[in-house]
């Protein structure tokens, strides 16, 4: 029996995510012929879905990594957008596309995506795996998105309770919570 089995129950398995992965990286691939494309990863929640989606895509590209954190391991954000790992290069004229692993409240989403346009980049558009829009607090469009969900705190595959269960291969939710 898995670590997680008796903690986590599946709200959207393996399968069904590479699927989606797979679809998401065929329309990124058109989009994106003939430019070239800088992948921001948005740490640490994004890192599984970042990894997958950029081995769908069948473009030259670049990798990035941003840090941000406001959860602090709890259930609710703190409201306070922090950058934890700033990216290794300048943006200015880069084609950017952000890749998050959920959009909740849009908080971290808006943040970012005002720092990164201060930093005068060709484009920005977003990925994101998953939205939880019952959420939302500001409004964030979504350029490429996997899955909306209902109003669950959800873990797996990057997503953490506690900085645990990033490691479960699927989309879960906590039993009890
Ligand atoms: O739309 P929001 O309500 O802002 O929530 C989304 C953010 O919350 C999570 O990050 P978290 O702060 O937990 O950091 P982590 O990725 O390092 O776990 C997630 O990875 C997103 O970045
Ligand atoms: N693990 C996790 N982090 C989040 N950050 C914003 N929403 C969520 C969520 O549902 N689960």
Redesign the pocket.
């Known amino acids: 029996m898995a670590f997680y089995e008796k903690d986590v129950g599946t709200l959207i398995d393996e399968a069904k995510l590479q699927a989606r992965i797979r679809e998401l990286g065929a329309e990124i691939t058109r989009d994106y012929q003939g430019k070239e494309l800088t992948l921001v990863c948005v740490l640490k929640?994004s890192t599984f879905f970042a990894m997958d989606l950029a081995r769908n895509i069948d473009l030259p590209l670049t990798l990035e990594f941003l840090g941000v954190s406001?959860?602090q391991g709890g259930?609710e954000?703190t409201g306070e957008v922090r950058i934890t790992t700033d990216v290794s290069k300048p943006m200015a004229g880069k084609h950017l596309l952000v890749i998050e692993?959920?959009?909740?409240?849009g908080l971290?989403m808006g943040f970012l995506l005002e720092n990164l346009r201060a930093r005068h980049p060709a484009s920005v558009k977003v990925a994101s795996l998953?939205e939880?829009p019952s959420?939302a607090r500001t409004k964030v469009d979504i350029d490429y998105k996997g899955f909306v969900?209902d109003d669950?705190?959800?873990?797996g595959y990057g997503?953490?309770?506690a900085e645990k269960?990033r490691n479960v291969p699927f989309i879960g939710v906590m039993k009890g919570k």
């Open positions: 929640g406001s959860y259930t954000t692993d959920i959009i909740d409240t971290t998953l939880k959420r969900i669950v705190f959800v873990v997503l953490d309770y269960y």
